[in-house]
């Protein structure tokens, strides 16, 4: 007996189609939406406006760290918060929800579902991380925060952020249910494409690491109203900022960066022409950096030595190991480009720009592990971890991670805004981040190697003139970063106003978004090709045109 | 022989396709849910540990002098829970099996073991007299535990929500993920208050 049967040519969406278009048009239909991409969007345009405000924050503390003497141009009361502000508003406020942005946009069409997971969930918690994220603000401005002289303010800060972290932990259950339980059939964990796979460790990373952040907010609030000048359990107001500022060293700071890896490996096979070489072993390396990456047990204790576990064998061997699954992805990104035709396109120069300050980060991470290192001038055995070496850490990463993230937002375009960015000044514009992050970290490097304090308003001993100097590049740097930030937000807002439509694929991509048209319609797709391995419009391309030779 | 093959359909080749499976994202969500629930309350529980470890090194008591922390309310809450586990456990199954009367009477039993969790822990609360800023670990003692509480209450409202959705026909036994969802946040609940349990009640 002999059966024969077409493969399908199409399957339907992994979810059922909404029963019908939202009615609601302008600003209701942003209030109102549950439509991922919109929500995507909200996340972004926030991220954005955030980024503004933690970049101001930034330039500040810069400019101040320029004349040592003493706090000269912000006001005294104003520092401390204020540099406390830039790393918890450039992480929490900007480069998460950048991440749960374009995640939210993009992975519900990578995976071929026809929404996100939970999407009225999706939406609150957009909406509670607006709230919070300006009840936030709102704190630093009365002097409250980290550091900060008003005690109310403090607490609003506290719970603000308790809220922030509740609001992106919901969003990160939304987006890993999508690409565990949405999936197109057919596709396989093993062909899930490497954003959305990306974001899935990402999200069980921050699943583990948000819920224990928020604890520990939580006590540092009550220790704060009820435990009067001092605390009764931690320390009160003056531990606030050690409390919560685990996350921005290694090596919790390097979960902010399992997404890029995916917007990296997205990117280049797509600009090679081929497909992303050995897919199952880049899931594996994105999963490995992504486990050393839970840092959890690397924070501040309670007890009388808080940092007991720093420069012990776990510690210091996760500083090397993970650099190990980022040279992997290195290799196999190399040989995906030299198994194809590289064209140097914009999104490709930032994806490029990434890994290069990202594997600067990391090595400087695993340097900052060795104990016998210290610094350069005192005989204090000052370490490089309490020295801005370890901001500079922080820097290369977060700033690697913006920079492939805003590269996705250029290679996404069509599906977020229905227009491609102009190429020309696009690719300037990754030029001018790559420029500015190198400006902006590595003198920081520097000055932690000559004895530069990681926390603010603490007296650098000697060589001061030559920190200052440095201090000067790193504002030179904050302010072409400014420059590369502002002229790319102005590029999209160019490109979200053009008239010519890029047509639902312009970049002959590989993966399940590019089946739809640019931006996508509500439900997202009408029907989906054959899913047989990761990249399925490679494959139907390669197919049609084996077809017509 | 061969020509009758190939003019009869097999069975297998027209059966109708088998329904798509039902996408499982309240059970996924549910887990990821319980499992950071789950995380809060255990740091919390580290850091009462580490607190009260360092005021024993110190000499000091790890709860004020004058506080006594009876044990039988926290063994009858460890001894409500597992009992839980058991009703919820006989509330999946029922609904699974369209057993409507023993499911209203497993949800019923399940909330009543619930509610009495949250009962003896008040009862405790009372019998202690501990004021919450007395010491580190007293106001520590109440965040663990009343973070579990919360949990607890949360977990017990999911129960119900999801019970009620079943029994009143919005979830059908065989479709009845809701309830498979709540089952396990709640088994995740039971099973944080073993630590909680001995970390507080037990080594005191």
């Known amino acids: 007996m002999t059966v024969t049967e077409d493969a399908p040519a199409a399957v339907s969406a992994a ?15 942003i209030l109102g939406s549950g439509d991922h991409k919109v929500v995507g969007r909200l996340w972004i345009v926030a991220s954005l ?27 005294a009361e104003w520092f401390g918060p204020l540099y406390a502000y830039r790393s918890v508003g450039m992480a929490f406020l900007f480069l998460l929800p950048l991440t749960i942005g374009v995640a939210t ?24 991380y607006l709230l919070a994220g300006g009840l936030l603000v709102g704190s630093i401005l ?29 969003a990160w259950v939304c987006i890993a249910t999508t690409v565990l339980s949405l999936r197109v059939p057919g596709m396989s964990m093993r062909r899930v494409p490497l954003f959305a796979w990306s974001n899935l460790v990402a999200a069980t990373a921050w699943l583990i690491t948000l819920p224990v952040l928020a604890a520990v907010t939580v006590l540092a609030y009550l220790d704060i109203r009820y ?17 919560i500022s685990w996350v921005f060293g290694t090596p919790t700071v390097y979960a902010f960066a399992i997404p890029a890896l995916g917007v990296i490996a997205s990117i280049i096979p797509v600009f090679a022409q081929t497909r992303h070489q050995r897919h199952g072993v880049a899931q594996g390396l994105i999963a490995a950096f992504g486990a050393l990456s839970v840092g959890v047990w690397a924070m501040p204790g309670y007890g009388a030595d808080p940092y007991a576990w720093l420069y012990e064998g776990p510690w210091v061997a996760v500083s090397f190991a993970i650099a190990l699954p980022l040279l992997g992805l290195i290799g196999l990104w190399a040989l995906t480009g030299v198994k194809g035709r590289l064209s140097a396109s914009s999104p490709l120069l930032f994806a490029g720009a990434a890994v290069l300050m990202l594997l600067v980060g990391v090595v400087a991470g695993a340097v900052q592990a060795v104990e016998p290192l210290e610094t350069l001038v005192d005989e204090g055995a000052t370490p490089l971890y309490s020295t801005s070496w370890s901001a500079s850490v922080a820097g290369y990463v977060g700033l690697a991670t913006a920079i492939a993230l805003l590269g996705g937002v250029v290679y996404w375009a069509p599906k977020l805004v229905g227009r491609t960015f102009a190429e020309g000044p696009t690719r300037l514009m990754a030029i001018v981040l790559l420029a500015g992050t190198v400006l902006w970290a590595f003198p920081e490097l520097i000055a932690g190697l000559m004895g530069q304090a990681a926390l603010p308003l603490v007296e650098v001993a000697e060589n001061v003139s030559t920190i200052e100097a440095l201090n000067l590049v790193t504002l030179v740097g904050g302010v072409v970063l400014a420059l590369g930030v502002a002229g790319l937000v102005a590029l999209f807002a160019a490109a979200a106003r053009r008239d010519e439509q890029p047509g639902d694929d312009p970049w002959s991509g590989h993966t399940l978004e590019w089946a739809t048209s640019s931006p996508p319609p509500y439900g997202n797709f009408a029907s989906l090709p054959e899913v047989t391995s990761e990249a399925p419009l490679y494959d139907a391309r390669h197919r049609s045109e084996e077809g017509s030779a | ?22 996408p499982r ?31 024993l090194a110190d000499g000091v008591p790890a709860l004020p002098e004058d506080v006594v922390l009876p044990l039988t309310p926290g063994n009858m809450g460890l001894a409500t829970l597992a009992m839980s586990v058991v009703t919820v456990a006989w509330l999946s199954y029922s609904l699974r099996n369209e057993d409507r009367t023993h499911a209203y009477l497993a949800l019923g039993v399940s909330i009543l073991l619930g509610a009495a969790f949250i009962n003896a822990t008040a009862y405790l609360y009372q019998q202690l007299e501990m004021p919450f800023t007395m010491t580190g670990t007293s106001g520590l003692l109440y ?26 026909g919005q979830l059908t036994g065989r479709d009845a993920e809701g309830m498979s969802a709540a089952a396990l946040y709640w088994y995740v609940t039971v099973a944080v208050y073993l630590p909680v349990w001995y970390g507080i009640y037990v080594t005191k």
């Open chain 1, 15 to 29: 979810s059922e189609p909404p029963a019908a278009v939202p009615a609601n048009t302008g600003l209701a239909a």
């Open chain 1, 227 to 243: 435990g009067g000048v001092g605390g009764f359990f931690g320390g009160g107001e003056q531990t606030l900022y050690a409390r």
């Open chain 2, 25 to 55: 994202v309240l059970t996924v969500a549910a887990a990821f849910g319980s499992v950071a629930s789950g995380l809060v309350v255990l740091t919390m529980l580290g850091v009462y540990l580490q607190v009260r470890g360092e005021r």
């Open chain 1, 49 to 75: 406006f955030h980024l503004l405000l933690a970049g101001a924050a930034a330039l500040a503390v810069a400019l101040e760290r320029i004349d040592l003497s003493g706090v000269d141009v912000l006001d």
């Open chain 2, 143 to 168: 965040a663990v535990t009343g973070a579990h509480l919360v949990m607890t209450f949360a977990g017990l409202v999911f129960l119900a929500v999801m019970g009620f959705q079943a029994l009143g």
């Open chain 1, 142 to 170: 009365i002097e409250g925060g980290p550091y900060g002289t008003d005690v109310d303010g403090v607490r609003l800060f506290v719970v603000s952020f308790a809220l922030v972290l509740v609001a992106q932990a919901v």
């Open chain 1, 105 to 128: 946009a993009i992975v519900p069409l990578q995976v071929g579902a026809s929404t996100l997971a939970f999407p009225r969930a999706a939406t609150a918690a957009a909406w509670s």
């Open chain 2, 1 to 22: 022989m061969s020509a009758v093959a190939t003019t009869t359909p097999s069975p297998i080749v027209t059966a109708p396709p088998p329904p798509p499976r039902r």
